[in-house]
T-cell receptor, first 114, second 113 residues
Framework: GESVGLHLPTLSVQEGDNSIINCAYSNSASDYFIWYKQESGKGPQFIIDIRSNMDKRQGQRVTVLLNKTVKHLSLQIAATQPGDSAVYFCAENSGSSNTGKLIFGQGTTLQVKP | DTAVSQTPKYLVTQMGNDKSIKCEQNLGHDTMYWYKQDSKKFLKIMFSYNNKELIINETVPNRFSPKSPDKAHLNLHINSLELGDSAVYFC????????????FGQGTRLTVV
């Protein structure tokens, strides 16, 4: 069935260190993936996306890596800051590129220690 | 200027009542969505509309009825509220139904007592 999972429910890092948040997906038909950040009391906020014809995409302090062979997605945050503390979700389109439907993973809580 | 705004932010109501949540987007997007987030933070799509037309209905009980009077608005009406409906409901919009990011509202925390 469809599922998107994250390997760890909580990740604690020291301020200034790099963070890596992992995600496994099950649908090999998925061709679009996206990372969201959700701060407490707010809606999910877009961070970065990647299409299946790419294996890496970089943004400002963030990098997403896609390994289609093992159906694995990761989000790397460089020089993690206290403002990065939030719940991070990966999502896939599960091959439904004509509907906009996104299947979300369960989320990883990132805690940044000062 | 809030891009996707939904009201109310909090809603506490008794079982059996009927309630509505409103959503408006000023981004000029064609597609709007409703998602439900449970107490474990799990986000699941409920509905999506493209230019006022229903695109996705994810086996949601028919007590939930979305209404899109125009492409900038997607309201959610819930009849006969049940305890299990307690959750945070998020409205979102995207430029199109294709592979593109969705912009989320701040959420409506619904508590059924």
């Amino acid at each position: 069935g469809e599922s998107v999972g994250l390997h760890l429910p909580t990740l604690s890092v020291q301020e200034g260190d790099n963070s890596i948040i992992n995600c496994a997906y099950s649908n090999s038909a998925s061709d679009y993936f996206i990372w969201y950040k959700q701060e407490s009391g707010k809606g999910p906020q877009f961070i970065i996306d990647i299409r299946s014809n790419m294996d890496k995409r970089q943004g400002q302090r963030v990098t997403v890596l896609l390994n289609k062979t093992v159906k694995h997605l990761s989000l790397q945050i460089a020089a993690t800051q206290p403002g990065d503390s939030a719940v991070y979700f990966c999502a896939e389109n599960s091959g439904s590129s004509n509907t906009g439907k996104l299947i979300f993973g369960q989320g990883t809580t990132l805690q940044v220690k000062p | 200027d809030t891009a996707v705004s939904q009201t109310p932010k909090y809603l506490v109501t008794q079982m059996g009542n009927d309630k509505s949540i409103k959503c408006e987007q000023n981004l000029g997007h064609d597609t709007m969505y409703w998602y439900k987030q449970d107490s474990k933070k799990f986000l699941k799509i409920m509905f999506s509309y493209n230019n006022k037309e229903l695109i996705i209905n994810e086996t949601v009980p028919n007590r939930f009825s979305p209404k899109s009077p125009d492409k900038a608005h997607l309201n959610l009406h819930i009849n006969s509220l049940e305890l299990g409906d307690s959750a945070v409901y998020f409205c979102a919009s995207s430029r199109m139904t294709g592979n593109t990011e969705a912009f989320f509202g701040q959420g409506t925390r619904l508590t059924v007592v």
